[in-house]
């Protein structure tokens, strides 16, 4: 079992910035891929970026690209998204998430074996 705790959302006013953090344990956490994904109010949750077990790759959608940067640090066993240029339409519960390292490096969520419990992220207009 992995255990994933986010942390650092927040209200935050558009152009602003915040950095969430995701600390793991109960695993070696390089074992994992790390992700990130979102969920509004009424909609289906979403993959926002995504990075190897090694750091070595990461991946992005789209909308977040130039805003948004995925990283981790495997000493702390922790997880970051920093997020820049906020905008009104990326509020969301933010959920960080890990898959087994032999899986397929994507932002499938169905490849995605452990969930944090997700924080809340406000950007007002």
């Known amino acids: 079992q992995v255990q994933l705790v986010e942390s650092g959302g927040g209200l935050v006013q558009a152009g602003g910035s915040l950095r969430l953090s995701c600390a793991a344990s109960g695993r070696t956490f390089s074992n994992y891929h790390m992700g990130w994904f979102r969920q509004a109010p009424g909609k289906e949750r979403e993959f926002v970026a995504a990075i190897s077990y090694s750091g070595g790759r990461t991946y992005n959608v789209a909308s977040v690209k130039g805003r948004f940067t995925i990283s981790r640090d495997n000493a702390k066993n922790t997880v970051y998204l920093q997020m820049n240029s906020l905008l009104p339409e990326d509020t969301a519960v933010y959920y960080c998430?890990?898959?087994?390292?032999?899986?397929?490096?994507?932002?499938?969520?169905?490849?995605?074996?452990?969930w944090g419990q997700g924080t809340q992220v406000t950007v007002s207009s």
């Open positions: 998430a890990a898959a087994q390292r032999w899986r397929y490096f994507s932002g499938d969520r169905n490849e995605y074996d452990y």
